[in-house]
């Protein structure tokens, strides 16, 4: 009993540099600790969520160097040198983004813990895509789950923030 | 109710919580940081059932950060056991202490608590603690559970029958079988599910030992209920004790009871004193909090040969799973309520049978009982129509009372409010273009392929409830301040998690005191600030909630009226209320509710015997329940090769009464049918035989996503309740109990020449595939 757990071997800490919604943060990072809880614990940017641990539901998306990631199965480290925007800075100067906008208008939230991450997912989608079909637009959001919302008020969300100029 | 303007209700408002939520920082409980916060995490059950024979804690103590490494043995005699709340007479009810004993029951079932100063150190303490266990023999059928000799869940009960609950309504039910031409039966599997809101559960618990009082955040429902009942597990009183639900991440029923985890936070805190936070993780989510549904039914329909329908004859066998949490024995019951639908059938037998067997406990999931008699009466309608070879929608027709015919009464025993069947169920053929679909489906038979249509016509049970009918009160609290300044702040007992009741209630009172919707705060979820309440669950809260602040504004208008009089020198009689302002005819001026909000907190020209201030409470019990319905219509095709079903068209109109909010609605009702959607094709909770969860992750438990949902064709009709003044009936359940036998039905339609008339969900593609390949095999 309790042979196979040796005692842990003092942890090494790595530097790290990320640009966190336009700051420049420096780190020395246990290598193990995951990108979202360095977001969420250490930088208090508490809108990134965990839903499920397995990147499976996506509530923990943000863009790293502008592409969508699930920061739960992501080390931290591994963002070294990148540059990370989360729900947090996609607002600027106060002014709403157009898919937050579109979230808003078009009644694309109910709970709100899965919006971040279909957020930050649907800006990626219109950066690539700037008007996409509703049928583009499922297929783009199919690594995000929500239980709320039944999907289809989320489609209206990113048609709006695609007619408001989408991913600006 | 006062003659208001309705300026804002009706009206498709936007949501007013809404800007926090999208910029991402509203603040749900894993969010709240506390200083010298402890971080919980649990050992757990990897079986079943065994015995526990040994558990070693030392390594996980030594480890760097751990704080405390607890087991049953030190903390169950400290903490009160599980509560369950349902009034089932003769429930044998096991003990459910918040750690496992030297028994475990369930895969997931808590062993050891290991608390550290850091979320990952306690998850290498989980990791390091031993428990030995001696595998027991394990009982995992309902079936099975209930035949002599079997597998006891809980060897002490002596029996693996929680309880028998029998519905006999309406007139004799031999006598009905004795006049049938026919009997029609069927056996009806509603497999079990899991709620999975995208937030786990979450728990901080701070205690403040100065003064005896305990603070609990709690991803919640039922801030209220958790009030009520922490006190007796772990003996801070209720006056002591204040819980807040944050912003809450999805419920589903999930988050409707009271949990060991919650009381074990409480508990810890005050034994460590310091503050504690559990975050479930989904694996954990997926075994140890509730599950949904899980009934197996044997039906019996009496009928004459032209479709009449004599009575109906039931028996369901339940699966509790191996504890009763708060309202486990209770869901059940709730389908009996409602077996016979929207039909006049006036004989109705019913025994459920909840038995316990070695998984998670089941408890209310969206819908609770109502989807189960629901899909149940609708399958069996189709089957009826088929066997005497009738039209669906005409046996459906025959079988609806007259508008005219509410409040209609029966034989479950309960009393229908108000209801237009016909007119949701034409609505909802206009909407699908019925004659076009019925000849493309005609015609996309004739070339082979197996499309179908399927039609569900539903009634189902909100605003629970009367507190008659409830195990400690149905009513709910609300509470009205006309603030000096003007403003309005509105508290409501009820706990909304995403339902919008911010931007709901907001309207109803802005409407009620004529005042702009900018100056109404809606504050809930803090039992520091909502002093009493009876919570979300049930399709209640705008229903229940949201009259009880209608009683709020009518009291403060009344004593407004009486500050206005005084200073118009007016008699109160005399005084108008319109709009915001009071007026007297002959008055020089009339009088906004701010600036008689401003005399009555001055309070230095008040009227004679009246108190100062402008606010009011009020406690709503509601007399009946409240009957929304209505009618989904969905037409799907399926793919021969692969068993894929494909959902062409979605059609439903529901009658939830007048609409609060046109947009939320639209909202609950489009993911209630997601949830249906799931449920009919994809989603089903699985254990093996020996006890094991199979579908413990996303990965394995198959959730619609964006792609799997059709677009929606929505529409409603209005038939109000007279249960209350806004003539409302609730809509956070309905798409989840109207359109599972709609999605059923068409797939089973798809199938029907090849005479599949019934399959039990869900209906995978591997499960329609076998059901077209064995047919295809047999007829060759």
Not at chain 1, 22 to 39: A, I, K, N, S, Y
Not at chain 1, 49 to 66: K, M, Q, S, Y
Not at chain 2, 357 to 362: G, L, N, P, R
């Amino acid at each position: 009993m309790g042979a196979r757990h040796q005692p842990l071997e003092a942890p090494v800490s790595i530097p790290v540099r990320i640009t966190i919604n336009g700051t420049l943060r420096q780190f020395d990072l246990d290598p193990r600790m995951l990108l979202v809880h360095l977001l969420r614990d250490a930088c208090t940017l508490t809108g990134t969520h965990v839903g499920c641990e397995t990147g499976i539901c996506g509530a923990c998306t943000v863009l790293l160097d502008g592409s969508a990631v699930k920061s739960c199965t992501m080390f931290a480290v591994q963002a070294d040198g990148a540059e990370v925007t989360t729900i947090e800075g996609l607002a600027k100067n106060g002014d709403l983004h157009p898919v937050q906008q579109g979230f808003w208008e078009r009644h694309g939230l109910q709970c709100g813990y899965c919006t971040p991450g279909m957020i930050m997912t649907s800006v990626q989608l219109l950066s690539r895509n700037a008007k996409p079909s509703r049928e583009e637009i499922a297929h783009g959001l199919a690594g995000n789950l929500c239980r709320c919302t039944g999907y289809s008020h989320i489609i209206d969300a990113v048609q709006y923030a695609a007619g408001m100029g989408g991913a600006r | 109710m006062s003659a208001q303007a309705k300026k804002y209700s009706g009206q498709p408002l936007k949501r007013i919580e809404d800007p926090r939520l999208i910029k991402g920082i509203g603040t749900y409980t894993d969010d709240l940081r506390l200083p010298g916060l402890l971080h919980v995490a649990f050992v757990r059950s990897p079986h079943a059932h065994a015995r526990v024979t040994s558990i070693d804690t030392s390594v996980a103590k030594a480890i760097k950060g751990v704080v405390a490494v607890l087991t049953g043995a030190d903390v169950n005699e400290k903490c009160g056991v599980v509560p369950c709340a349902a009034a089932i007479p003769d429930l044998k009810l096991p003990k459910h202490t918040v750690l496992a004993g030297d028994r475990v029951y369930f895969v997931g079932h808590p062993v050891v608590v290991v608390v550290a100063d850091d979320a990952y150190a306690a998850r290498d303490g989980v990791d390091a603690v031993e428990v030995e266990y001696d595998p027991l023999p394990v009982v995992v059928n309902p079936e099975e559970a209930i035949k002599p000799g079997a597998t006891l869940t809980h060897p002490d009960l002596g029996t693996n029958v929680a309880f028998t609950h029998n519905v006999n309504g309406g007139t004799d039910i031999d006598e009905a079988f004795r006049r049938a031409d026919r009997v029609i039966k069927q056996r009806v599997y509603h497999q079990r599910l899991t709620p999975m809101p995208i937030e786990p559960r979450a728990v901080v618990a701070s205690y403040h030992a100065g003064e005896g009082t305990m603070s609990i955040w709690s991803s919640t429902q039922v801030p209220h209920y958790l009030r009520t009942l922490l006190p007796g597990m772990i003996g801070v009183a209720e006056n002591k004790l204040r819980i807040v639900a944050p912003e809450v991440g999805g419920g589903f029923g999930a988050k409707l009871n009271v949990y060991a985890e919650e009381a074990l936070c409480g508990h810890l805190a005050m034994r460590l004193g310091a503050p504690v936070k559990w975050a479930e993780s989904r694996r954990e989510n997926a075994t140890s909090t509730i599950h949904g549904r899980d009934q197996i039914g044997y039906y019996e329909v009496a009928v004459k040969n032209d479709g009449t329908i004599l009575g109906l004859k039931a028996r369901t066998i339940a699966d509790l799973g191996s504890y009763c949490q708060l309202l486990t024995p209770a869901v059940p019951t709730l389908t009996g309520l409602v077996l016979t639908g929207c039909y006049r059938i006036p004989a109705v037998k019913m025994e459920i049978v909840g038995v316990y067997t070695h998984k998670m406990a089941t408890d209310a999931y969206r819908g609770a009982g109502r989807p189960e008699a629901t899909y149940l009466i609708e399958r069996l309608m189709d089957l009826v129509a088929k066997e005497l070879g009738l039209d669906r929608v005409d046996l459906r027709l025959k079988h609806f009372p007259a508008p005219t015919e509410f409040p209609f009464g029966t034989a479950c025993g309960v009393t229908y409010d108000s209801g237009n069947y016909q007119g949701a169920l034409e609505k909802a053929r206009q909407l699908a273009d019925w004659k076009a679909l019925m000849s493309e489906r005609t015609a996309a038979r004739k070339s082979g392929r197996l499309f179908g249509v399927g039609v569900s016509t539903y009634v189902e049970i909100c605003a629970i409830g009367p507190s008659a009918a409830m195990p400690a009160g149905g009513w709910e609290w609300g509470c009205v301040r006309v603030e000096i300044s003007g403003k309005v702040t509105a508290i409501t007992g009820t706990s909304p998690h995403g339902q919008g009741q911010e931007t709901s209630f907001a309207q109803i009172v802005a409407d009620q005191l004529g005042v702009s919707i900018e100056d109404v705060v809606v504050m809930h979820g803090d039992t520091a600030v909502a002093h009493y309440g009876r919570d979300t669950y049930g399709s209640r809260a705008t229903v229940i909630g949201g009259t009880a602040l209608v009683m709020c504004t009518d009291k403060i208008i009344a004593k407004a009226k009486i500050f206005a009089a005084h200073l118009l020198k007016v008699a109160p009689d005399q005084v108008a209320f319109a709009d915001g302002q009071f007026s007297a005819p002959g008055a020089e001026k009339t009088l906004s509710l701010a600036a008689i909000a401003g005399e009555a907190y001055v309070a230095k020209n008040l009227p004679p015997g009246l108190e100062p201030g402008l606010e009011a409470s009020s406690f709503f019990e509601i007399p009946n329940f409240t009957f929304p319905f209505g009618t989904h219509i969905v037409a799907v095709e399926i793919d021969r090769e692969t068993g894929q079903v494909a959902i062409q068209k979605y059609v439903a109109v529901d009658d939830c009464g007048p609409q609060i909010n046109p947009l939320l609605v639209e909202g609950q009702v489009q993911g209630g049918i997601a949830h249906s959607i799931g449920q009919a094709l994809f989603e089903q909770t699985v254990y093996d035989e020996n006890g094991q969860l199979l579908t413990g992750e996303f990965m394995d438990y198959a959730m619609p996503r964006a792609t799997d949902i059709p677009e929606y064709i929505l529409g409603h009709t209005v038939t109000p309740s007279p249960t209350n003044p806004l003539g409302i009936k609730g809509v956070g359940e309905a798409g989840t109990i109207g359109a599972t036998p709609a999605v059923a039905n068409a797939v089973i339609d798809a199938l029907e020449s090849l005479g599949v008339t019934h399959l039990d969900m869900p209906l995978t593609p591997e499960r329609v595939w076998r059901a077209i390949h064995q047919r295809t095999v047999a007829t060759v």
